[in-house]
C-alpha cells in the first residue's frame, strides 16, 4: 500500500527490543539493551507478528506508521540522516508514541478540512469541573504560586493523595510515600529509573500501554512480552508469569483497568498476581489511572491493598488526566516505599523540579472535592461502551470482547484482513488503519502499537453522535466491498 521513504532503512531502531515469551530463538547480541543489542537475551521468534524487533518488523512498523501517521517527516528525516551521528542510541531507539502521533495526524486532516472521526484519543472528551478550573485560577493570582516549590510536590496535595488513596484503595501510605510528577506518565518513567539496572527484565503483559516498553528500555532494562488473549479477556494467567519469570526478572508491569484492552482484574486475580509476586520477590509497578472507571459489576482492585506484604515492593501510579477529565493539565504521582520516593525526589529534582504549582492546586482540588462529575462521566463513558460494542459486534469480520473498564473497545479485526475493502486490501492492521483513514476518515490506533498485531484500539471518549458515524462508516466500508 504503501512505498518506504528513502530515509528510513532497515537499521533504523524505531521501537524498542523486547524479549518475546514463547515461542521464541536465542539470538547472542552484543552490548547495550538499548540498540537491541544487549547481554545475551533472548530475541523475537520471526515467525511471530512482531513489529518491533527485527529488522522486517522495523522496516514494516516504520512505513506503515509514517505512511499512517506522517509524523513530522521533515524533523525526523533531519534526526535520521543529518544528525544521526550526533544523536545517542538511546533517544534512537524511543519509538514515537503512536497513540499520540495518530490522534496529531487526525487533527491535521480536520485542520485541512475533512470530516475526521478519531478514536485514537486516550482522554475524555469532557471539560475539566469548574471547582478544580476555578482552584487553579486562585492559585495563578497567589504570588506563592508564582515561585518553585518542594520537588515531591506541594506538601497538602501529598497528604490529600495519601488521604485519597486509603478512601479509594484501602492502601494506607504516609504523604512522605508521594511524590507528584509531571503526570503519570512521568510516573512511569521515574518507577524505571529508580528501579531498573540495565540488563534487568521486566514481565510485560501484552497488549501493553505504549509507553511502558519505552520507559523500561530507557532504564537499560528488557521487556519480556508476557502474551494474553481474548479467551481470559486480556488477564495474564499465573502460568505464562511463570513461564517468562528468570533470575533477572526485577518487576512486574500490572495494569487493571488496563489501556488498551479495557480489562479489569477480579479481586481474586488481583490478589493472586500480588502473592505470586511476593512468593518470588518481585516488583510491582501498579497503574491505577483509571481507577474510578469501571462497568457494570467490574470493580477495581489494588495490589498492596489487597496483599500487604507487597506494600514494600508495590510502586502505585496515578493520576488526575483521566479520572478528572484533565489529561492538559499534566499531574500524576507515584507512591512507593520510602526509599523509592526519596529516590524519585532526587531524580526529579535535577530532572524537571516542582510540577506546575497552579496545577498542583487544581489536582488538590480534584482529589479532595466530591466524585459528582466523575459519575457523570462514567456514565457516558458506560452508555458509549455498550454502543460502541454493539455496533463493532455487527460488522461482519469484527469480533469484539467486552471492555469492563477504562474507555476503549480492543476489537480482533483479524475478519477484515486480506480481503477487498473500498477498492484495497489490507494485510496488517497497521494497513487497515491506514485504509480507514483514507477511505472514510477514521482513525483507530492499529494494535501493532500495542503488541497486539490483529487487534485495534477504540477509545469510547468521544461524543455518542460521533462514535455512532464512525463506526457507522467502517460498517458501510465493509458492507459495501
Ligand atoms: N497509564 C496509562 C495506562 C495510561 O493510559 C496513561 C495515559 N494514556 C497514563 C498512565 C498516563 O497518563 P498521564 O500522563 O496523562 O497522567
Known amino acids: 500500500m504503501s512505498v518506504m521513504p528513502s530515509w528510513i532503512d532497515a537499521t533504523t531502531p524505531l521501537t524498542t527490543g523486547c524479549r518475546w ?11 547495550s539493551p538499548l540498540t537491541r543489542e544487549g547481554s545475551t537475551r533472548l530475541g523475537p521468534d520471526p515467525k511471530r507478528p512482531s513489529w518491533g524487533s527485527s529488522p522486517a518488523g522495523i522496516v514494516i512498523w516504520g512505513i506503515s506508521v509514517m505512511s499512517i501517521v506522517n509524523l513530522s517527516a521533515y524533523e525526523l528525516r533531519v534526526d535520521l540522516m543529518t544528525n544521526r551521528e550526533s544523536i545517542s542510541k538511546r533517544t534512537l531507539a524511543v ?37 478544580i478550573v476555578d482552584a487553579a485560577i486562585d492559585a495563578a493570582r497567589d504570588p506563592k504560586s508564582h515561585r518553585y516549590s518542594p520537588a515531591a510536590g506541594q506538601p497538602a496535595l501529598r497528604e490529600a493523595i495519601a488521604s485519597k488513596t486509603l478512601r479509594d484503595s484501602g492502601l494506607e501510605v504516609e504523604p512522605s510515600q508521594v511524590v507528584v510528577t509531571n503526570g503519570g506518565k512521568q510516573a512511569v518513567y521515574m518507577t524505571c529509573q529508580v528501579l531498573l539496572d540495565p540488563g534487568d527484565e521486566v514481565l510485560l503483559p501484552s497488549p501493553y500501554w505504549v509507553t511502558y516498553p519505552e ?25 505464562r508469569l511463570d513461564a517468562a519469570v528468570r533470575d533477572r526478572t526485577k518487576m512486574l508491569m500490572f495494569v487493571s483497568p488496563s489501556n488498551p484492552t479495557g480489562a479489569v482484574y477480579t479481586e481474586e486475580q488481583t490478589r493472586q498476581v500480588g502473592e505470586w509476586a511476593a512468593d518470588r520477590g518481585i516488583w510491582v509497578m501498579t497503574d491505577e489511572i483509571y481507577e474510578h472507571l469501571v462497568y457494570g459489576d467490574a470493580e477495581f482492585h489494588s495490589i498492596p491493598a489487597l496483599v500487604p506484604r507487597m506494600a514494600d515492593r508495590c510502586v502505585v501510579v496515578n493520576g488526575v488526566a483521566k479520572t478528572f477529565a484533565m489529561t492538559g493539565w499534566r499531574v500524576g504521582w507515584m507512591i512507593g516505599p520510602p526509599e523509592v520516593a526519596a529516590g524519585a525526589t532526587r531524580f526529579q529534582s535535577h530532572l524537571s523540579s516542582n510540577v506546575n504549582n497552579v496545577a498542583q492546586a487544581a489536582a488538590l482540588e480534584a482529589v479532595t472535592g466530591p466524585l459528582t462529575a466523575v459519575v457523570e462521566m462514567r456514565e457516558a463513558f458506560d452508555r458509549r461502551r455498550q454502543t460502541m460494542v454493539a455496533m463493532l459486534k455487527g460488522i461482519d469480520g469484527v469480533a469484539c470482547t467486552e471492555p469492563q473498564g477504562a474507555f476503549y473497545a480492543f476489537p480482533n479485526m483479524t475478519g477484515l484482513l486480506n480481503r477487498p475493502l473500498g477498492g484495497a486490501t489490507a494485510t496488517t492492521t497497521m494497513e487497515l488503519a491506514a485504509l480507514l ?45
Not at 21 to 31: N, W
Not at 215 to 239: H, M, Q, R, Y
Open 21 to 31: 515469551l514463547v515461542p521464541r530463538k536465542e539470538v547472542p547480541v552484543a552490548d
Open 95 to 131: 519509538a514515537p508514541s503512536a497513540t499520540l502521533a495518530i490522534t496529531a495526524k487526525a487533527n491535521q486532516l480536520r485542520a485541512e478540512g475533512k470530516p475526521v472521526i478519531g478514536f485514537g484519543a486516550g482522554e475524555p472528551d469532557f471539560a475539566t469541573p469548574p471547582a
Open 215 to 239: 520507559a523500561i528500555s530507557l532504564a537499560g532494562a528488557v521487556p519480556v512480552i508476557v502474551p494474553t488473549d481474548e479467551s481470559s479477556n486480556f488477564t495474564v494467567s499465573l502460568e
Open 437 to 481: 483513514l483514507e477511505q472514510v476518515n477514521v482513525a483507530i490506533v492499529p494494535g501493532e502499537a500495542f503488541g497486539a498485531p490483529g487487534y485495534a484500539r477504540l477509545s469510547f471518549a468521544l461524543s455518542d453522535a460521533d462514535l455512532v458515524e464512525g463506526i457507522d462508516r467502517i460498517a458501510g466500508l465493509v458492507s459495501s466491498s
